[in-house]
């Protein structure tokens, strides 16, 4: 049997920001190691960058609670994000007509994995 390199993960579920502006970010943090990503999304400017960073220490701390690795051998294995519900609310306008207004919601996965 071949050996599997162990994995866990962590989700944010309706996360109220557009899964496109995510995904810029999860593009830059896919593949490198956990203390390089977190370097990276504390001086990111972007505001999906902090959920980001929760998520990606649940991960981690998924990863030593239930499988006793270290956090120092970490690299972001696997990210992506799908699209959630979007809420959708009506701005009045001029002549009592109603203008649509769209918010997005996001759901982002996060897996972590031991280097090899």
């Known amino acids: 049997m071949a050996n599997q390199i162990v994995t866990a993960t962590a989700v944010g579920r309706y996360i109220r920001t557009s899964p496109l502006k995510v995904r810029r970010v999860l593009d830059q943090i896919r593949g490198k190691k956990y203390s390089e990503v977190i370097l990276i999304l504390k001086f990111m400017p972007y505001r999906s960058s902090g ?21 120092n051998k970490l690299a972001v294995t696997k990210t992506f994000v799908d699209k959630g519900p979007i809420l959708k609310r009506f701005r009045p306008r001029a002549q009592g007509r109603g203008y649509p207004i769209k918010k997005p919601t996001c759901h982002i996965v996060i897996e972590v994995g031991e280097l090899v």
């Open 51 to 71: 959920i980001i960073l929760q998520i990606l220490e649940s991960a981690a701390a998924n990863a030593e609670h239930n499988y006793g690795l270290a956090k």
